[in-house]
């Protein structure tokens, strides 16, 4: 029986010399997620959607910064293909994916009998089917290295529901159960698979929400905040994309290597309630 040394334990460059897939990482949570997996040591394949130019611009700091690989791969996860491509390509020009990281996700909020049937295929193609797909394509090569983290990025409404957002409930609350199932299948290969559950956090996609429910209802941006955004996070604080990532990291990192098949809320105290 091995027992990992302290010193490994606490490498001030844990990931260094592994490869990280971050789905969505263009923006918000998943960048964060990639810019302190490669402050972490490791290099990373970017992924999502946005302004070529934008991403570029992410792709070069990254790397400078961090003096490590990053490559940007355009994969459109709505479809299976995409998902599958994603991984293939990172084996090919790496030749590993040690880190997988599930985090493009989408949200459309509608009363369940309005709820368009197609906002329903989509979030469940990317929240959910997105993260099978890749997890499917990663898991054989983790397993034959002997070693593999897979984080998947689902929310505190995977723990809990909220009215209004059917089909993004139901995605979050199905990754818990892939996350489960995944994790007891790597559990004697070497291969982690958890889910962080954030509540809200600051991104982009929560900043213009406050401006638009500022307008929409007349009031400020610190009543959106407190009694609307903030009504169920008990410390009334967002998380930063920061947290999240360090989260990712720990997870990532040796010290991580016996924690798996866990949803770990980072929400305030939200689902403490
Ligand atoms: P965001 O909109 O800032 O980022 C979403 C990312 O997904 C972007 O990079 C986008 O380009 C990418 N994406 C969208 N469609 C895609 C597609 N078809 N193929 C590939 N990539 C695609 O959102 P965020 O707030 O950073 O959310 C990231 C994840 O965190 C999501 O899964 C979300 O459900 C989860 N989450 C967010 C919060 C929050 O408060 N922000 C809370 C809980 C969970």
Redesign the pocket.
Known sequence: MTVQPLAELKAAAPLAGRVAIV??????????IARALADAGADIVL????DANMIDTVRGQLADTHSVRVDYN??????AD?AVRLVDDTLSRFGCADILV??????HVSPIEDFPAAKWD?IL???LS?AFHSIRTAFGPMKEAGWGRIVN??????LVASPYKSA?IAA?HGILGLTKTVALEGARHGVTCNA???????????ENQIEDTAKARGISREDVIENILLAAQPSKK??S?DE?GALAVFLCSEGGQSITGTALPV?GGWTAQ
């Open positions: 789905t969505g990482s263009t923006s918000g949570i998943g960048l964060g992924n999502g959607l946005g355009g994969a459109d996860l709505m479809q995409g599930n985090n493009a996700g989408i949200q989509a193609a990317l929240n997105a990025v689902a929310s505190a409404h995977g993004y979050k962080i559950c954030p509540g809200y956090v600051w991104t982009p996609l929560v967002f998380a994309v999240i929400d």
